[in-house]
């Protein structure tokens, strides 16, 4: 059975900073946190449409954009959770270029850098090219 799940469209949308942007593509944000365990950290899936853009990612938002870019697609992503609240608006080709990284502080956002070819850990299936991941 094909299931297609579509992603509504969004108008225009105001800032924070009262700027008003109209997005190019808008995706959907899904987490985990319905099965989160305690030792567990919030993991979340984004889909186009019913096209799993990445899955099971804690830094979701700039890794899609990766993706999208990889991709051909240019232009403002928005990304809409479940509630339908905005979560971000990004210009696609500048999120590809940050992910967001732990230090004493905490979570800062910073310049992105992929990991050297094959330093992907055993245990771990990474899927060149879309940044889909799948722990074992």
Request: overall charge negative; glycine content about 6%.
């Amino acid at each position: 059975m094909s299931i297609n799940i579509t992603t509504p469209a969004l108008g225009a949308i105001t800032l924070a900073s009262g700027k008003t942007v109209t997005p190019d593509h808008v995706l959907r944000l899904e987490t985990n946190s319905e099965t989160l365990r305690p030792d567990e950290t919030m993991k979340f899936d984004v889909w186009l449409d019913d096209q799993p853009v990445v899955l099971r990612h804690r830094v979701p938002m700039y890794a899609s954009c990766r993706v999208l870019a990889d991709w051909g697609y240019s232009g403002l992503a928005a990304f809409i959770r479940p509630d339908r609240l905005v979560a971000m608006v990004i210009d696609i080709a500048a999120g590809a270029k940050l992910t967001v990284v732990e230090n004493d502080v905490g979570p800062v956002v910073r310049k992105y850098a992929p990991f050297p070819s094959g330093s992907v850990t055993s245990g771990r299936k990474a899927i060149v090219g879309t940044d889909v991941a799948e722990e074992a």
